[in-house]
T-cell receptor
Framework: KNQVEQSPQSLIILEGKNCTLQ??????????LRWYKQDTGRGPVSLTI?????NTKSNGRYTATLDADTKQSSLHITASQLSDSASYIC??????????????FGKGTKLSVKP | NAGVTQTPKFRVLKTGQSMTLLCAQD?????MYWYRQDPGMGLRLIHY???????AKGEVPDGYNVSRLKKQNFLLGLESAAPSQTSVYFC??????????????FGSGTRLTVV
């Protein structure tokens, strides 16, 4: 069964500290992996998208890595800010569009940044 | 550009009532999707559409109907609401997903409570 597992479920860090969120997937075939940030009461917003051939991608203080061999990804947040408090969702696209246009979502990691 | 717009943002229904959620996008995307998000679970696909006049079932389609009469609009209907349909509903749209940039964009959500 295609699944995306994220850890930890929740995380509390102090402002200015770094953190790393993990994502393991069993989706096959694999097309791409995305990280989304979802603020409370808002829709998910894309942070990064990586295809099979990419192993790292940055978006400001966010850096995502991908190991397609071990089917693992991580999202590293540098010098955290209070505005980073949100849920971070790992999403895997399970193959070329075709008749299925959907993505497979992890349950998310809820990050709280404290002053 | 407004992106993906969902209306209404909030709604309370009584069991057995019907309603329609509207999603509109102005990015000329071919694909549109309806998801629901429940506490402790990842987003789950209800229905999707790969083009005007076409719809298909997703992971959790029971109790919902959809229509895509115009390319820019995707309607989600609940014919007889049940408390189990209390959730936050997200609409999304994209170009054909799978390879490269597909512009996958989410709306801000509709919070529906069925009492």
């Amino acid at each position: 069964k295609n699944q995306v597992e994220q850890s930890p479920q929740s995380l509390i860090i102090l402002e200015g500290k770094n953190c790393t969120l993990q994502c393991n997937y069993t989706v096959s075939p694999f097309s791409n992996l995305r990280w989304y940030k979802q603020d409370t009461g808002r829709g998910p917003v894309s942070l990064t998208i990586m295809t099979f051939s990419e192993n790292t991608k940055s978006n400001g203080r966010y850096t995502a890595t991908l190991d397609a061999d071990t089917k693992q990804s991580s999202l590293h947040i540098t010098a955290s800010q209070l505005s980073d408090s949100a849920s971070y969702i790992c999403v895997v696209s399970g193959g070329y569009g075709g008749s299925q246009g959907n993505l497979i979502f992890g349950k998310g990691t809820k990050l709280s940044v404290k002053p | 550009n407004a992106g993906v717009t969902q209306t209404p943002k909030f709604r309370v229904l009584k069991t057995g009532q019907s309603m329609t959620l509207l999603c509109a996008q102005d990015m000329n995307h071919e694909y549109m999707y309806w998801y629901r998000q429940d506490p402790g679970m990842g987003l789950r696909l209800i229905h999707y559409s790969v083009g005007e006049g076409t719809t298909a079932k997703g992971e959790v389609p029971d109790g919902y109907n959809v229509s895509r009469l115009k390319k820019q609009n995707f309607l989600l209907g609940l014919e007889s609401a049940a408390p189990s349909q209390t959730s936050v509903y997200f609409c999304a749209s994209s170009f054909r997903p799978g390879q490269g940039f597909d512009g996958y964009t989410f709306g801000s959500g509709t919070r529906l409570t069925v009492v």
